[in-house]
């Protein structure tokens, strides 16, 4: 079966980093596009960053371009997000998904989900 699991998460200061990871399975990962969405309590789910399947090219949302970075290894079936500059705003719980065509910013249109890992940033 798919799965998705993301690791990495945690509790930083301000202006500290982290690295988000999305270990896949149960699908043809470099096939697939893979996008990180967050979403914060009582908040929408939004996206944050997207990667290609074939061409390796990037997508970002505004509130956090030139401060993330999505990559992917396929060798390793998994997907990264190294969050640098860290704002308390960007507190939210980190979800990878995955769909087979092509990419998009919208949660609807994605096939498979992980749970998500918790990203809190507090002084």
């Known amino acids: 079966q798919v799965q998705l699991v993301e690791s990495g998460g945690g509790l930083v200061q301000p202006g500290g980093s982290l690295r988000l990871s999305c270990a896949a399975s149960?699908?043809?990962?470099?096939?697939?596009?893979m996008t990180w969405f967050r979403q914060a309590p009582g908040k929408e789910r939004d996206f944050v960053a997207g990667?290609?399947?074939?061409?390796?090219?990037?997508w970002y949302a505004d509130s956090v371009k030139g401060r993330f970075t999505i990559s992917k290894d396929n060798v390793k079936n998994t997907v990264y997000l190294q969050l640098n500059s860290l704002k308390v705003d960007d507190t939210a719980v980190y979800s990878c998904?995955?769909?087979?065509?092509?990419?998009?910013?919208?949660?609807?249109?994605?096939?498979?989900w992980g749970q998500g890992t918790q990203v809190t940033v507090s002084s």
């Open positions: 149960g699908f043809t990962f470099a096939s697939y596009y």
């Open positions: 998904a995955a769909r087979p065509v092509r990419m998009s910013m919208q949660p609807y249109e994605y096939n498979y």
């Open positions: 990667i290609s399947a074939s061409t390796g090219l990037t």
